[in-house]
């Protein structure tokens, strides 16, 4: 008989919770009863990042795992994808994500900084919420103005995403569910029809031309390809900035964090992640791992704070950011932003407080991702 562990949802407890589920290859369960295997030591999980015998594919799953069931025009992304397809849609996206391309992204996020810290200021004394006036604004605008996408949608973006990371698999939160994929899909849908009909200098024009002249994509991959660039970036970033922001507040140690930026701000990502797994996989094969023998389409949950905070990880290198073929794309655009909001809130604003006491935040009730749901401060200029 093998033990089950049950993953929980709470911000608070997850290094604690993700410590202890390294050393053996566990079986849990996930909000929803679905059962998965868990691994968390940082040798095996970055070893299985890269292998491809486990497939991101939910076609190689053995029919239990369910996930979000989404419809082809958003389901045909790089996260559900492997070998010679996935190569095909990464290498047509990825020139956008170059540390040259980054680099040149610079003078666009120093100009969307200022007018956002410059709207901020204007709250001086009062109690305002960062992530609605900060953290969620620039990487919305950032990648927004790198895809070419409107910056009204960023709200109802956001709300489809909470009701996404979300999901327990209880009814309602499947009614949710079904109607915030509905909308995503006619919006990107028809996001991408009005690039075709009124192309512009952005990237999703370009991928547009790749579809529309060289065949290069099919019309759900380009659909899904803008949806995972929106979602895996704003996401991501919005919650790392937050994350960082409530642990400098909390610790007091700000002003020694922003002089040495350089050398503190990996520490902080890691510590801010808001993903604890992995993108889930798929055995293709019995795969055996330690002791332990994977059957073939089961769902396998990789551990990246498990791996991050494993005591043999020694000097080897954050598994933030994966590992791999699937390794973020948009890696160098996050330390941008990252870079661009957070010193700079604590040189414009050092004595900013939390509005409440820090237990008091709330964070989303998610296995998936750890995100807070407001960020109240007071801004003393
Ligand atoms: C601090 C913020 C971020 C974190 C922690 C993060 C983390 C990750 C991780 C762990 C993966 C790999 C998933 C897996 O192998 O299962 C990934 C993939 C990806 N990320 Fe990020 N990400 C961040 C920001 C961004 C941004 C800003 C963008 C886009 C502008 C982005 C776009 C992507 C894409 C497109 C993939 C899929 C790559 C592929 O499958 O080939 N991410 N990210």
Redesign the pocket.
């Known amino acids: 008989m093998v033990e089950t562990t049950v993953i929980g949802t709470s911000a608070s407890t997850r290094w604690a919770e993700h410590a202890r589920l390294r050393g053996a290859v566990r079986r849990a369960e996930i909000p929803g009863g679905h059962q998965v295997w868990v691994v968390a030591g940082y040798e095996e999980v970055s070893a299985l990042?890269a292998d491809p015998r486990l497939s991101?594919d939910k076609r190689h799953s053995d029919g239990q795992y369910t996930g979000y069931a989404l419809p082809p025009a958003l389901d045909r992304n790089?996260?559900n994808?492997d070998g010679d397809e996935?190569g095909r849609i990464?290498r047509l996206?990825a020139p956008a994500?170059s540390r040259r391309s980054a680099d040149s992204l610079r003078a666009a996020v120093d100009r969307i900084v200022g007018e956002v810290f410059a709207a901020l200021a204007e709250n001086d004394g009062a109690t305002v919420d960062l992530l609605d006036q900060l953290c969620v604004p620039v990487?919305a605008l950032v990648?927004g103005e790198?895809l070419g996408v409107p910056d009204d949608l960023y709200p109802a973006l956001r709300d489809a995403a909470n009701t996404m990371f979300t999901f327990d698999g209880s009814k309602e939160s499947g009614r949710q569910l079904v109607q915030a994929i509905g909308w995503l899909t006619e919006t990107f849908s028809t996001l991408v029809a009005a690039k075709r009909a009124a192309p512009a200098d952005d990237l999703l024009s370009g991928w547009v031309r790749a579809r529309d002249d060289e065949e290069a994509l099919t019309e759900d991959e380009l659909v899904s390809l803008a949806f995972?660039?929106m979602m895996?970036?704003l996401e991501?970033?919005v919650f790392?900035c937050a994350n960082i922001i409530v642990a400098l507040i909390g610790s007091g140690a700000a002003a020694q964090a922003v002089s040495a930026w350089p050398q503190q701000r990996g520490g902080l990502?890691e510590q801010a992640?808001?993903?604890p797994f992995?993108?889930r996989?798929f055995p293709v094969t019995d795969l055996t791992v330690g002791e332990t023998i994977i059957p073939k389409g089961d769902t396998v949950l990789?551990s990246?704070i498990g791996a991050d905070s494993d005591p043999a990880r020694g000097d080897r290198p954050s598994?933030?950011?994966?590992?791999?073929?699937?390794?973020?794309?948009?890696?160098q655009?996050?330390d941008l932003?990252?870079d661009a909001v957070v010193p700079e809130l604590f040189v414009r604003h050092p004595r900013v407080q939390l509005a409440i006491p820090e237990a008091e935040l709330v964070y989303r009730s998610s296995w998936r991702s750890h995100g807070l749901l407001a960020l109240p401060v007071i801004l003393t200029p």
């Open positions: 990042l991101l790089l996260l994808m996935h990464r996206a994500f990487p990648i790198l995972l660039m895996a970036g991501n970033a790392t990502m992640n808001p993903l992995a993108f996989r990789l990246l598994l933030l950011f994966g590992r791999g073929p699937h390794y973020c794309l948009g890696a655009v996050a932003i990252v």
